[in-house]
Every structure is written in C-alpha cells, then in structure tokens.
C-alpha cells in the first residue's frame, strides 16, 4: 500500500512510518515542520517526504498523488500552547483537517484520522467508550473533536471511507520534551527542578508509542468506515506517580520536585475501554512498568537528539511558560 502520512515528522507520525515501512508499504510524508516536526525523526528511512502543511491544498495535492490511503497525525499538540495561543489549533485541525478531506472524497481513497482521548473531557471513574458524547475541555481538545466531527460529515454526506482513531496519552522515544515524560526524564537527568500542575493527581492513561502506531494500522487495515476507534494504553497512573518512578530510574532526588499553579481547566482523569479495536485483533503488548524503563534510557542514550531542542527556541518558551530558566 502507498499511504501519505501527514505529520509523519512528529512523535506518533515518524513511529508509525517505521511500523509500516516494516510491513512494507510504501510511505509518502507531508509535514509543515513546526517546532515539533523533525527531519531528524525520519533520519535514515526510505520515505519521499514533502515539506507543506495539511491546510495547503497544492502541497496536499502533490504529496497525495498515487497513494491508496491518507493517515493525519497533523496537529498541534500541545495544551498548554493552545492555552496561550489557539490560533494554529483551529487552522490547523479545522482548515487543515477540510483540504485533506476534500482530497480524499475527490480521488476516492480510504482516510484515517487521529484523534485524542481527550474529545471526550474528564472523567472520574470508569472509561469512555466510542458512543461516549465529546465534551472537549481546552482548545486543544475542542479542534481535534471538530476534527472527528468533520470527518463524521463527510462520511455521513459523501460516504467517505473514513476512520478515527482516538488515543490514550503517548510515551516513548522522540517526543517533545514539553510534554510531561521527556520533560520530567531531561530535567531529571540535568538536575533542573521537576515543575508538577496542582497536587500531581491527575491520571493518565498510558500507551507506548509503538502500541498506538499498530493500533492505528489495525484501523486503517480492519476499520469498519464511519466508526471510530478508542487506543487506550493498558495502564492508568497519577502524574506524580510517573514523575517519581522517573526521578528513581535517573538516579535524581525527589527533593527536584515543585509544584506549581495548576493548569487553567486541567482534566482531572482520562480513561479509554479499547474492546472495539481489541476485536479487530489489537492488543497493547507494553507494559508502563517496562516502557517507561525504556524510554528513560533512550533520552540517556540519545542525547544527539535533544541536544539542539533544549539548547534552542525551548529554553525561550520554557521561561516564558515556567517563569524560570533550564540549568
Ligand atoms: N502525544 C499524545 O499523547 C497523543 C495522544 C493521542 C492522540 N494524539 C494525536 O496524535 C497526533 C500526533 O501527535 P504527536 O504527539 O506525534 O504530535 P507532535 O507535536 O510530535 O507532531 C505533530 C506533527 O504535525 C506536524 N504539523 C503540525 N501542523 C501541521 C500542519 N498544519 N500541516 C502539516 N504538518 C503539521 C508537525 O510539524 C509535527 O511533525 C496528533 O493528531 C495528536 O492529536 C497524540
């Protein structure tokens, strides 16, 4: 298959091109490269690669010629950002998410987007499943549910082969180190303070990237058009409690620890049932316990990659953000 990966220069994306260029498809990425897209992502990977954003529809155009399917992890990701500056969010996962659709519906090929647990906002107990209403809670989840919700029109309206895949929270190799597990894992290592929202008890539910980049293969290949998909991690933990199993595993001390005011509308628990892409024959095979052992060692051992990150534009947003400056 020749698919076009959107995004495929950012955490999720670039783990999932090496998933299926291992099942041997054929990959074309299409990213804008925002701070988050890397090339080095992609370093040594047989990919044609196209440098234009999703909300472009010539570069759309190009980047989708002769591929059998569309994936669009394209995104801005970040809550926090989308607190202090919305506008890339809308254009991004409104216009953006409209060019591709309309590229598909026009040449007739299957689409899979990618969606975020957070569509569906807090909850204290039990899981959301996919009938579940969305109740998005920041900017960030508010235009990826209107995302879901076009997508939803066109197959309504056009009968679009289409599919969404919603996502617990994702650790692993390459991530930004804004979100929480790479910026706990090089502050630690640096010995920088370990900023903590609120009292630290705000739950995630944790996937291994590989997980949900298989788990998005197993929707793109098995999905059934006009559903969506839930791809929870397999378990659930307090954000302190990750926060000191990562201080452990880097050998600093819990006393880096601060906590800090709270984020505005900070969602209290996330929690996916994932039995609907679990019959399509899915199933996370990491553990937390054992991933995020990995995952430390990785940013240890990597520091190549990092390196230009926390020594450029992320100490600038790091001050702005924390009010203090990286060691
Ligand atoms: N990270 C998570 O925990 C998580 C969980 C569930 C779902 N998701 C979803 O998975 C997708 C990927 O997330 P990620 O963590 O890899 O994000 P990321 O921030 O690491 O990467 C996003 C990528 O999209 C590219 N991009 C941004 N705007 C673009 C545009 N307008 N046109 C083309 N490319 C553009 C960036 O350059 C980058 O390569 C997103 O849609 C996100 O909502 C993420």
């Known amino acids: 298959m020749k698919l076009l990966v959107c995004g495929g220069a950012g955490f999720i994306g670039s783990a999932f091109v090496r998933v299926r260029l291992g099942a041997g498809d054929e990959i074309v990425v299409l990213d804008k490269l925002t701070y988050a897209g890397r090339r080095e992502n992609l370093q040594d990977l047989e990919i044609d690669f196209v440098h234009g954003a999703i909300e ?36 991004t996962h409104s216009q ?32 959301f499943t996919e009938s579940s209403p969305l109740a998005p809670s920041s900017p960030y989840s508010a235009t990826k549910a209107g995302a879901d919700l ?31 597990i790479p910026l706990m894992i090089l502050n630690a290592l640096h010995g920088d303070p370990l900023p903590v929202y609120g009292d630290g008890m705000n739950v995630r539910n944790w996937i291994y990237v590989d997980d949900f980049a298989r788990g998005i293969g197993t929707v793109l290949e098995h999905g059934v058009p006009g559903e969506a998909y839930n791809v929870g991690g397999p378990d659930e933990a307090p954000n302190i409690e990750v926060v000191k199993r990562i201080i452990e595993l880097a050998g600093a001390d819990e006393s880096l620890i601060e ?21 399509l024959g899915w199933e996370a095979a990491e553990r937390f316990a054992d ?27 790091y001050e702005r953000h924390y009010g203090r400056s990286l060691g």
């Open 259 to 279: 906590y800090i005011t709270d984020r505005p509308g900070h969602d209290r628990r996330y929690s996916l049932a994932s039995d609907k892409v679990k019959a």
């Open 150 to 180: 076009l997508v939803a029109g066109y197959v309504h309206t056009y009968g679009l082969e289409a599919c969404i895949c919603r996502g617990s929270n994702n650790y692993g190799p390459r991530q930004y180190p804004e979100k929480l």
């Open 291 to 317: 991933g995020i052992g990995r995952t430390v060692e990785w940013y240890r051992d990597n520091a190549w990659w990092w390196e230009p990150i926390r020594s450029g534009d992320y100490r600038a947003y």
């Open 96 to 127: 953006g998410t409209y060019v591709l659709l309309e590229a598909v519906r026009e040449r007739g090929i299957r689409y899979v987007q990618v969606s975020t647990d957070e569509v569906y906002g807090s909850i204290e107990e039990g899981s």
């Open 56 to 91: 472009d529809p010539d570069a759309v155009a190009r980047a989708v010629e002769g591929c059998d399917a569309v994936v669009n992890f394209a995104a801005e990701t970040h809550v926090d950002r989308s607190i202090a500056e919305p506008d890339a969010f809308v254009k």
